[in-house]
């Protein structure tokens, strides 16, 4: 999930004095292998920040506290993009690289709390979140690491994590769950395999396991040029093989790629690397696809709730689902719904 969130200081299990608040914004890149991702994304409180006719009277201060020019980065300059529109201020981007972003987010927490100075981050919060309770003024963000108030959040789980409820809304939010379940993650798995003497192949070519069924790998030899074979397996093939275990897909491989070119091609092979998306407890499989009659569901899935909570990811992407860009577009839809949003609460505060 992305966040633009309000932190109550240290994230944990004592109420937090309001004079330690200070403003973290964490965003999520795109699917990559996680250990645990950060929780959920909030913006900051009109209400409790007293927002001032005069706020903002001068520039903000965004601290990245990854390298410029990552995703964290590039996001951080969207927002900011965004931000001077509707502020009409100087947004200013600082990047505080170090210790895996605890550096630059150590610096904004130390930071005067007046809401000139700003965190993004991916996995600033470090830990998962279980429920969005949303039947208060305030947002609340319970994660594995604490709670966190906000006034807005956005939701960029994948589409089975929402179906099956491993993060709760509170009051219910059925026709989220419901969309969701409707644009299910198909599932494409990658071991990844060392090959000895590899320049016998070329670059970047291609064996197809079997031809005569769909149960089967392909095979994509030297992927960049690199000494390694990148074998896929797809569908319910995969799933087959998940169930199986870790040692399933090494076993097909190694017997396919033997049928293909021989028994002493299998101590060629060395397992460097697999992914099985499906078990993965953040992710739960792939990539979206729409069952029939249900495309609906990613408008469904995309719609905000109450102006405060917002929802962006692959699934909502009505023509780029199931891609990077996708995920990345809905995202920069849901930062200007959330940036529109605001804008008018505060116009309204004013009248
Ligand atoms: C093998 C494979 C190959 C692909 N190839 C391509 C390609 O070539 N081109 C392309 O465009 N796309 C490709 N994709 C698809 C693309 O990667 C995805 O569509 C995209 O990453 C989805 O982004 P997302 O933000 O919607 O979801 P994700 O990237 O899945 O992000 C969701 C985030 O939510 C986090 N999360 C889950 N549960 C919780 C929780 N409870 N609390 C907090 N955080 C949580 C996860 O850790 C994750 O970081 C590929 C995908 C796979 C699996």
Redesign the pocket.
Known sequence: ?KAVVRKTARVQHRPASRSNERRLVTQ?????V?S?????AAMPAAARMAWAQSYPSRPITIVVPFAAGGPTDLIARTLADNMRTAFGQPVIIENVSGAGGTIGVGRVARATPDGYTLSIGQNALG????RIDHGARRLRVE?SNGAITADAVIV???SN?IAEE??VFTPALSEKVEAAAGLPLGL???LFLALSDADEFEKDSRLFGRTDRSATGVYHFRPFGRPQIEA?FGGAFAAELEKAGRAAFLECATAELVGLLGSDFARRLNAVGL?R?GVD???RG???YARPGKAECRRALAAPVEDRLFF?????SLGHF??????YL??VAAADQVVAARTQKRAGSYS
């Open positions: 999930m999520h890149p795109r699917r990559r996680l645990l991702a950060a929780g959920a830990c998962a979140a279980r994660t960029t789980l994948p994590v491993t993060l494409a798995d990658k896929y992914h998306w407890p953040f992710s792939s990539y979206s962006a990811g692959e699934a909502c199931s891609t990077a860009h996708g995920a809905t995202g």
